[in-house]
């Protein structure tokens, strides 16, 4: 089972650029496909990010696509999302998740196994 430990949130202001760390324990990160999802109040969970375990192939929701950028360091065993031109809705708590299974999409809540407790994200206007 694998712990996952989120950090990099907080209060920022549309236009600012936030980055967002995952520090992964008990087992080595390389054996799984991370992402970033994130939900609003009263919203559903949302996919935002994943990338593959080479690292070479890259996934985005449509909301973030050009504006966040996924990226692993396998040896730290840690993942980064690095969000740009932050806009208000973009407010929400955001998580880090690993799944062990390979899947033509990773955009499925359900694919992953295990979950940090989240970072609060608050982009203000």
């Known amino acids: 089972q694998v712990q996952l430990v989120e950090s990099g949130g907080g209060l920022a202001q549309a236009g600012d650029s936030r980055r967002l760390s995952c520090a992964a324990s008990?087992?080595?990160?390389?054996?799984?496909?991370p992402a970033w999802f994130r939900q609003a109040p009263g919203k559903e969970r949302e996919f935002v990010a994943a990338?593959?375990?080479?690292?070479?192939?890259?996934y985005y929701g449509g909301s973030v696509r050009g504006r966040f950028t996924i990226s692993r360091d396998n040896a730290k065993n840690t993942v980064a999302l690095q969000m740009n031109s932050l806009k208000p809705e973009d407010t929400a708590v955001y998580y880090c998740a690993v799944t062990s299974t390979y899947s033509a999409t990773y955009n499925r809540p359900a694919l992953y196994e295990s979950w940090g407790q989240g970072t609060q994200v608050t982009v203000s206007s």
């Open positions: 008990g087992s080595i990160l390389r054996y799984y496909t």
């Open positions: 990338i593959d375990r080479s690292g070479g192939n890259t």
